[in-house]
């Protein structure tokens, strides 16, 4: 995965470590589950600098727990349904792109404040 900003550049060539310990019989409830080591990291890059950023561990149970509660109780949700929205408008963005061979910019005005966001330094 290739993220390009005005300023900086996040790549990520590794996937989720998570199906690969599942098929090696490691589950959620074994310590370090889904935990990346350093080399498969993704990395962003300002200017001529590059640094590793630690990978978040996912929490899918707690991602369908959260679900459930928001769909059977009226809990809120794990995620803004909004947010999700406009997570959809950028991957068809980079499929666009990809297709087109060309910058697809997103025009929302919640992507724009995000990438304002997102334009500053480390």
Request: with cysteine; aromatic share 8%; charged share 25%.
């Amino acid at each position: 995965m290739r993220v390009l900003g005005r300023r900086a550049a996040y790549t990520k060539s590794h996937r989720d470590v998570q199906e690969s310990w599942l098929r090696s019989g490691r589950g959620p409830t074994t310590p370090g589950y889904g935990n990346e080591s350093p080399d498969q990291w993704g990395r962003l890059g300002v200017g001529d600098e590059s640094r590793g950023i630690e990978t978040e561990c996912g929490n899918y149970s707690r991602f369908y727990a959260q679900t459930e509660s928001w769909l059977c109780e009226g809990a809120p949700p794990p995620v803004n349904p909004e947010d999700s929205m406009h997570a959809l408008e950028i991957v068809e963005a980079a499929q666009r792109s990809a297709a087109e061979r060309q910058i697809i910019a997103c025009t929302t005005s919640e992507f724009s404040a995000a990438s304002r966001d997102c334009d500053s330094t480390p």
